[in-house]
């Protein structure tokens, strides 16, 4: 079992930064594929960045690449989410997610899931 807490998310005007952070305490945090999805109101759940095991690989979705980076730190079980030049687009409520590796994150194919945290862009 894995617990992922979400949080950093905040508002912010249109071209500014936030920094995502998920905290996911235990000894298997390395064992998984990390990511973050998000959803908009009235939309589905979108992926937007996963990383490897070992932090070497990541993936990103088209809308996000070039803005968004993600990084994870093995040694303090956390995984973050640069957000540079937001747009509003961008608002969404983004949900860390684990799974058996960054492939099977990229697919949706996720074990767990933060709680959510919000982000909220103003143009």
């Known amino acids: 079992q894995v617990q992922l807490v979400d949080s950093g998310g905040g508002s912010v005007q249109a071209g500014g930064s936030l920094r995502l952070s998920c905290a996911a305490p235990g000894r298997a945090f390395t064992s998984y594929g990390m990511g973050w999805f998000r959803q908009a109101p009235g939309k589905e759940r979108e992926f937007v960045a996963a990383?490897?095991?070992?932090?070497?690989?990541?993936s990103y979705a088209d809308s996000v690449k070039g803005r968004f980076t993600v990084s994870r730190d093995n040694a303090k079980n956390m995984v973050y989410l640069q957000m540079n030049s937001l747009k509003s687009e961008d608002t969404a409520v983004y949900y860390c997610a684990a799974g058996a590796s960054l492939g099977a994150v990229v697919a949706g194919a996720v074990q767990y899931w933060g709680q959510g945290t919000q982000v909220t862009v103003s143009s």
């Open positions: 990383v490897s095991w070992g932090g070497g690989y990541t």
